[in-house]
T-cell receptor, first 110, second 113 residues
Framework: TQLLEQSPQFLSIQEGENLTVYCNSSSVFSSLQWYRQEPGEGPVLLVTVVTGGEVKKLKRLTFQFGDARKDSSLHITAAQPGDTGLYLCAGENYGQNFVFGPGTRLSVLP | EAQVTQNPRYLITVTGKKLTVTCSQNMNHEYMSWYRQDPGLGLRQIYYSMNVEVTDKGDVPEGYKVSRKEKRNFPLILESPSPNQTSLYFC????????????FGPGTRLTVL
């Protein structure tokens, strides 16, 4: 069974700080996706990384896929209260199955 | 508006009483999937379907059934619910064209007494 681990599990920071969230696995995935979930709602896709070593930027969010396609990181610059939520990484194998990490719950305090 | 809808959003039932949670998408997506979300465990895939009449087990299929008779609908059936199936359920769909990026429904909170 493939597993994804995320760290930290919880993170509470002040507005304006930077942070990094990690997603690690012993398995290789065809792509890795990051989602954000807010209370009472379904996850919403932020980004997909496919190529080992790939870096994608989405405004203040920077996503990186490890060279071996087993791990990924999400870096947020100058966090804002609107970034508060549950961040989930998900590994995908050509649509055959999805594996989600347990999530990092981020709280950004004003 | 492109969306995935689920019904009901909330359901309280008793052990052994058969129930169906419906899922429908209006994006003509071929891929659909069901997940359950439990505290500390994240989202776990129950079943997925890559096209009409094609379904396959995910990581936690025991106690669940699905069917895919039409492209837009993917109902989740619990023939004899038990308390350990109390959870938050999400349906998702994907075109499969761009790395299977998924669109999620709003969730169904199920309580089995």
């Amino acid at each position: 069974t493939q597993l994804l681990e995320q760290s930290p599990q919880f993170l509470s920071i002040q507005e304006g700080e930077n942070l990094t969230v990690y997603c690690n696995s012993s398995s290789v995935f065809s792509s890795l996706q990051w989602y954000r979930q807010e209370p009472g709602e379904g996850p919403v896709l932020l980004v997909t990384v496919v190529t080992g070593g790939e870096v994608k930027k989405l405004k203040r969010l920077t996503f990186q896929f490890g060279d071996a396609r087993k791990d990924s990181s999400l870096h947020i610059t100058a966090a804002q209260p609107g970034d508060t939520g549950l961040y989930l990484c998900a590994g995908e194998n050509y649509g055959q199955n999805f594996v989600f990490g347990p999530g990092t719950r981020l709280s950004v305090l004003p | 508006e492109a969306q995935v809808t689920q019904n009901p959003r909330y359901l309280i039932t008793v052990t052994g009483k058969k129930l169906t949670v419906t899922c429908s998408q209006n994006m003509n997506h071929e891929y659909m999937s069901w997940y359950r979300q439990d505290p500390g465990l994240g989202l776990r895939q129950i079943y997925y379907s890559m096209n009409v009449e094609v379904t396959d087990k995910g990581d936690v299929p025991e106690g669940y059934k699905v069917s895919r008779k039409e492209k837009r609908n993917f109902p989740l059936i619990l023939e004899s619910p038990s308390p350990n199936q109390t959870s938050l359920y999400f349906c998702a769909s994907s075109s499969g064209l761009v790395n299977y990026e998924q669109f999620f429904g709003p969730g169904t909170r199920l309580t089995v007494l």
